[in-house]
């Protein structure tokens, strides 16, 4: 099979390439593609946590929303001053865009290393519980910070979200846990899904690869999160609820626990799903909701069970 950079590389080639006739994609079907790639991110993202290293996490979407806040407040209170009153030109805005996209994600990776520590030493339903209230602290310590809007959210955010970005980090998440996976570094993060007990017996800190999965996870969970506020143009705190983290669980497991294609492709029927039921939308999500029930009970081991690539053992 390929190598994962060939794939990063058509991926940028293929986002230049829509970059530069995106004028002429229908606006509505540009928004949707737009909302696939920052949800294939969030999916690709958390499945290096829950399925190859083997946690469950229920608080991917307070990461996704440290990484929002983060980079919307760069470039709604920094940006202005460093483009000036014209707005600066269109390179200049790109810059400070990416520069606000990595504080966002390294910020969400803080704090996925502040969760991290003490709570990935717990395993099975204690740490999708305890990752689960840290979630939740984060959504609500926004809720209550009024210099970013508080309860109101924080509104204002430039439209500097394009598909160019969205599909540039969505090649290199995907480059970044391919590559990972498939080291000999990542031998480490397979043997702590297979069995941590005996990955310890041997001499693994499988604590330490664990907190290495999370805060990844967390980065790109975050730059995620940066491309979603700049997309809509404002956020609040209840958009990164506990639902949105069950969403992205949904894929991860929709597309198979350890298969990062299987998830791609969970996460773009999931996000283009709710869409297709538009004409019967008062029944939308009841429908919505059986089908994932009918697919569960159906496929237990995944909708997508085959890999692009395996590990070499």
């Not at 190598?3 to 928004?31: E, K, M, N, Q, V």
């Not at 606000?100 to 704090?111: K, T």
């Not at 990542?186 to 041997?202: K, Q, Y």
């Not at 997508?304 to 690539?309: A, G, Q, T, V």
Request: with cysteine.
């Amino acid at each position: 099979m390929p190598r994962p950079h060939l794939y990063l590389l058509a991926t940028l080639a293929i986002a230049f390439g829509l970059s530069r006739i995106s004028d002429r994609i229908d606006p509505y079907h540009l928004d949707v593609l737009i909302g696939v790639g920052i949800n294939v991110i969030l999916a690709v993202s958390l499945n290096l946590v829950n399925g190859y290293t083997g946690q469950f996490s229920l608080g991917h979407a307070g990461f996704m929303s440290v990484g929002a806040y983060l980079t919307a407040a760069v470039t709604v209170f920094l940006g202005p001053r460093l483009l000036g009153a014209d707005g600066g030109t269109a390179f200049y805005q790109g810059a400070i865009f990416l520069a606000a996209l990595i504080a966002g994600g390294c910020g969400a990776a803080l704090a996925g290393l502040a969760v991290g520590i003490p709570s990935l030493r717990l395993k099975g339903d204690y740490l999708a519980l305890v990752t689960l209230g840290f979630g939740e602290i984060i959504r609500v310590i926004f809720q209550n910070f009024e210099p970013l809007g508080g309860a109101l959210g924080l509104n204002g955010i430039p439209a500097f979200t394009t598909i160019f970005w969205v599909l540039a980090f969505v090649g290199l998440a995907f480059f970044v846990v391919t590559s990972l996976i498939n080291s000999t570094y990542g031998r480490g993060f397979l043997a702590t899904h297979d069995d941590e007990i005996a990955s310890e017996a041997v001499g693994l800190n499988t604590t330490r690869y664990k907190i290495v999965a999370f805060v990844i996870g967390a980065f790109f969970a975050g730059t995620a999160g940066g491309l979603y506020g700049h997309f809509k143009m404002t956020i609040t705190p209840t958009g990164f609820d506990f639902t949105k983290s069950i969403e992205i669980v949904v894929m991860v497991i929709l597309g198979g626990m350890g298969n990062t294609l299987g998830v791609i492709l969970a996460a773009i029927l999931l996000t283009l799903l709710p869409e297709i039921l538009r004409p019967v939308a008062e029944y939308r999500m009841i429908i919505y909701s059986l089908m994932l029930i009918v697919l569960m009970l159906a496929r237990p081991q995944g909708l997508f069970n085959f890999k692009l690539s395996k590990a070499k053992s």
